[in-house]
């Protein structure tokens, strides 16, 4: 019993793998901590669905990442830092786990991109949800707002990413239509934020069709390293999380399945359980 109550892990959740690619970063820079990934993969995707259905998803596998001992969770998916985060933070957190602690993936790039641009003019890539939701637009307008902002949704992406096509020329018509369309708004853009998780899997893609100028931000660098200064700044919840570098993979839908696809995203094999909501 000793052993549960010790065991605090840090929680990462995604509608689905994309966070993978944020969790591989955060054990590369901090390997000491416990982690447990959650992937709500049987009702991926969430880029395309209302506000309210991603906040009670969201919240509802939260609240079992904090039920399996988790103090901190960090939302490692831009659809629901973007549509549930806001919310759990000021009004579910204050009810449901008032010493506990939820953080988005959002913030911490939108902290940062004025530094990587010249022409003050930046792009965002992302799934249909992200854009239409403006978080983007309203965090990067807090930390610097004389830079213009331009985005554009690829709603094929993930699936193709997904399904492991991303490797293929169907794939690379997609890929150029929409960083073609996003460079046509703004051609002055040099700087863009790949505002999915799981963008970094086709960057190389990315960067064929762009200017050798324009510099790419992958959210897995940036959100490892703010999550480490966000626990140096706040060394009561560093104390609570264990340290026992464990990497547990849960998953809503079949083990296998989640295994098998995991693995292009986290770099290397996962052997994950399945958890009924």
Not at 10 to 19: K, N
Not at 53 to 68: I, S
Not at 111 to 129: A, C
Not at 252 to 267: I, M, N, R, V
Request: proline share 5%; glycine share 6%.
């Amino acid at each position: 019993m000793d052993n549960i109550k010790s065991y605090k892990p840090i929680g990462v959740f995604d509608s689905g793998f994309g966070g993978l690619t944020v969790l591989k970063e955060i054990v590369k820079q901090m390997p000491q901590y416990d982690y447990l990934y959650l992937g709500d993969n049987a009702r991926a995707p969430y880029g395309s669905r209302s506000f309210e259905t991603v906040y009670e998803y969201t919240l509802e596998c939260v609240t079992h990442l904090f039920d399996m001992g988790c103090e901190l969770v960090i939302l490692a998916c831009n659809t629901a830092s973007a549509k549930a985060l806001r919310t759990i933070q000021q009004k579910d957190l204050p009810r449901i786990a008032p010493n506990k602690r939820v953080l988005g993936v959002i913030r911490p790039t939108t902290e940062i991109i004025g530094n990587y641009t010249k022409t003050g003019s930046v792009g965002v890539l992302g799934t249909s949800g992200t854009v239409s939701s403006g978080s983007y637009l309203v965090e990067i307008e807090k930390f610097f707002p004389n830079l213009k902002v331009y985005q554009e949704a690829c709603p094929m992406w993930v699936p193709l990413i997904e399904n492991n096509e991303y490797q293929n020329e169907g794939a690379d018509f997609f890929i150029k239509k929409h960083v073609t369309q996003l460079m046509q708004q703004q051609p002055n853009i040099d700087a863009i934020i790949l505002g999915c998780t799981h963008y970094p899997l086709i960057i190389d893609k990315i960067k064929q069709y762009l200017p050798q100028n324009v510099q790419l931000l992958s959210q897995g660098p940036i959100v490892a390293s703010g999550l480490c200064e966000y626990l140096k700044r706040h060394p009561e919840m560093e104390a609570k999380c264990s340290k026992s570098q464990t990497v547990s993979f849960y998953t809503t839908d079949l083990p296998e399945t989640f295994d098998k696809a995991a693995s292009l995203f986290y770099g290397e094999a996962v052997k994950s359980k399945h958890l009924a909501l």
